[in-house]
């Protein structure tokens, strides 16, 4: 099974031309997965997979079994799961393992500063080095229980990483689910993220996570600006997103001011 995460880093006290309607504040998001790429590069390419396979599913549901037997799944289903583009393959055999020892990536390009890049966090320390790839036990809460566990005892380092475009032909832009190579562009350290020893799943600071805090790719500044059309979509499919889990919750989204308003 696939087994994709999800890294969210909030920069607190960032100055510069905000891109969200009505963000006054001082506040940076970066959003990233463990996944160099997006299984479909465009808006375009994943709405016609998506009318795609809808009318399968429809076409399917209407056939009904002539016996009390389990029903085997539609020809035309398997044949559309067989011709997923190799992209979205590659997603479906991301493997199961400890989170802690993953490598995140931005996967769509953003602006920097003057110039264009993809940016990852990389595991740095052999606290998390060693982790990499290792197995997760079975069970719903496997990966917080690893993580728990972890951060008990032992601190964290990872790396933060700039990969600039040099060649367009080769590094699109709207196209997001293109690799750029290393060999025209490798991945440079820009930064050091240390994660001390601590309680990440306190019952305040799940509170905080549910109900208080939210992230958006484009709460960001201009120089950062997301590009291509799969991130162009993601600014109100994360307000939309965001709106309805703090109205649903009854809570205001705050933004924090200092890293002292994190709970213990």
């Known amino acids: ?9 909030k920069v607190l006290g960032v100055i510069g031309n905000k ?8 506040n940076q998001d970066f959003l990233l997965v463990n996944h160099p790429v997006m299984p479909f590069g465009n808006v375009v390419s994943y709405w016609a ?3 795609r396979m809808e009318k399968l599913a429809e076409s399917s549901s209407d056939v009904q079994p ?5 029903p085997s799944e539609p020809a035309g289903m398997v044949d559309a799961l067989e011709s997923l583009p190799a992209s979205l393959r590659a997603v479906a055999a991301v493997p199961y393992s400890h989170i802690l020892g993953a490598t995140f990536h931005s996967m769509a390009a953003l602006r920097f500063g003057s110039y264009v890049a993809k940016l990852s966090v990389a595991p740095l320390s052999n606290s998390v080095r060693s982790l990499t790839g290792s197995p997760v036990p079975d069970g719903d809460s496997a990966l917080r229980d690893l993580v728990v566990d972890f951060f008990r005892k032992d601190s964290a380092e990872y790396e933060l990483r700039a990969q ?12 997001a689910s293109v690799q750029w190579p290393e060999d025209l562009s490798p991945h440079q350290p820009i930064a050091k993220l240390t994660f001390p020893a601590q309680d990440p799943y306190s019952p305040a600071r799940r509170v905080y996570a549910d109900d208080v805090l939210s992230f958006n790719p484009w709460h960001c500044i201009e120089e950062h600006r997301p590009l291509g059309s799969i991130m162009r ?7 939309m997103s965001s709106s309805f889990r ?3 919750n009854v ?3 705050v933004e924090p001011k200092d890293i002292n308003e994190l709970p213990l």
């Open 246 to 248: 703090h109205q649903m």
């Open 1 to 9: 099974m696939p087994a994709l995460y999800g890294m969210a880093i």
């Open 66 to 70: 002539a016996t009390t037997e389990k």
């Open 233 to 239: 979509i993601r600014i109100k499919a994360y307000e």
């Open 251 to 253: 809570q205001p989204r």
């Open 19 to 26: 891109l969200l309607s009505g963000d006054e504040g001082h």
């Open 49 to 51: 997979f998506q009318q």
């Open 164 to 175: 600039l475009l040099t060649d367009l032909r080769e590094m699109p832009i709207e196209d």
